[in-house]
Nanobody, 123 residues
Framework: QVQLVESGGGLVQAGGSLRLSCAASGRTFSSYAMGWFRQAPGKEREFVATISWSGGITYYADSVKGRFTISRDNAKNTVYLQMNSLKPEDTAVYYC????????????????WGQGTQVTVSS
């Protein structure tokens, strides 16, 4: 099994930046594709970004493309989400997830999930 723990969330004003981290433990981290999802109050969980096991393939939701960057450091067993130009609409709980399959935007394909970290963007 894989355990995932997110950190780095907090309160930031619109236009600001945050970097989220997801620390993994358990089975070989580098063999998993990773993803970030978010869920705002009263809304369904939505895809944000994903990265392949090698780091060579990334995909982003249209709503964050150009503002967010996903990356990973397999030596540190950590995946990151750099969030720039934050908007109030980005306010949500952000979740890190791992899949034994290929890079995917589908939440149902992810096998392991972190507990989430709150990101709040003020207007």
């Amino acid at each position: 099994q894989v355990q995932l723990v997110e950190s780095g969330g907090g309160l930031v004003q619109a236009g600001g930046s945050l970097r989220l981290s997801c620390a993994a433990s358990g089975r070989t981290f580098s063999s998993y594709a990773m993803g970030w999802f978010r869920q705002a109050p009263g809304k369904e969980r939505e895809f944000v970004a994903t990265i392949s096991w090698s780091g060579g393939i990334t995909y982003y939701a249209d709503s964050v493309k150009g503002r967010f960057t996903i990356s990973r450091d397999n030596a540190k067993n950590t995946v990151y989400l750099q969030m720039n130009s934050l908007k109030p609409e980005d306010t949500a709980v952000y979740y890190c997830a791992a899949t034994r399959g290929h890079t995917t935007i589908a939440a149902v394909r992810y096998d392991y999930w972190g507990q989430g970290t709150q990101v709040t963007v003020s207007s």
